[in-house]
């Protein structure tokens, strides 16, 4: 099955510094990937996704941006963090079809931003 | 834009009872629908997944339900036990396979 590895698992940065969160994928391949924040005592809400590598496509407009290099291998950046930023950020893939659908998704371990 | 719910923030029960927690949307017609368990500081965990042509999935202690006509899934824990204590997340299912979550219910089973 798959592996999400996110780091790092918390982070503590001023406002107007620059952000770089990172999410590697085991197990799979060619896998859509996901970034999803969720503020304190709220729902999940979807930021980017990827189908490809290379392939970005943002649901919410924001100060935020996302990559993907390689197949395996999603970045969550900022230039300059907001205090809005603050939150709790997510990692997901998909599944392969293979011992599980394609459409249930993988989630990382999570990163904890405070920005103050 | 389209819109999920979850009724209930939070509800508690007590053990040996079973759970049913409510999902309803709106402005969406989604060919799947999912159910997932989050426990605190950590990411949401895949329970099942039922598609629209199907009214009724089970899996162990779960249920699902979809309604496509009253745009309703209804998620039920029989013989619920403390340790499935947790938030409960419904979420669409989009064209790119990106979910839409609703914003979850905190279930509390009281030994």
């Known amino acids: 099955s798959q592996t999400i590895h996110q780091w790092p698992a918390t982070l503590v940065q001023p406002v107007g510094s620059p952000l770089s969160l990172e999410c590697t994928v085991e197990?799979?391949?060619?896998?859509?990937l996901y970034w999803y924040r969720q503020a304190a005592g709220r729902g999940l809400q979807l930021l980017f996704y990827?189908?490809?590598?290379?392939?970005i496509s943002s649901e919410v407009p924001q100060n935020l941006s996302a990559s993907r290099p390689q197949d395996r291998q999603f970045i969550l950046s900022s230039k300059k963090l907001l205090l809005s930023d603050s939150g709790f950020y997510l990692c997901?893939?998909?599944?392969?079809?293979?011992?599980?659908?394609?459409?249930?998704?993988?989630f990382g371990p999570g990163t904890r931003l405070t920005v103050t | 834009s389209q819109k999920i719910e979850q009724n209930s923030e939070a509800l508690n029960i007590q053990e040996g009872k079973t759970a049913t927690l409510t999902c309803n949307y709106t402005n969406y017609s989604p060919a799947y629908l999912q159910w997932y368990r989050q426990d605190p500081g950590r990411g949401p965990v895949f329970l099942l997944l039922i598609r629209e042509n199907e009214k009724e999935k089970r899996k162990e202690r779960l249920k699902v339900t979809f309604d496509t006509t009253l745009k309703q899934s209804l998620f039920h824990i029989t013989a619920s036990q403390p340790a499935d204590s947790a938030t409960y997340l419904c979420a669409l299912v989009g064209s790119a396979r990106q979910l839409t979550f609703g914003s979850g219910t905190q279930l509390t089973v009281l030994p």
């Open positions: 197990g799979t391949s060619n896998p859509n």
């Open positions: 997901a893939s998909t599944g392969t079809g293979f011992g599980g659908s394609i459409y249930e998704q993988y």
């Open positions: 990827s189908v490809g590598i290379g392939q």
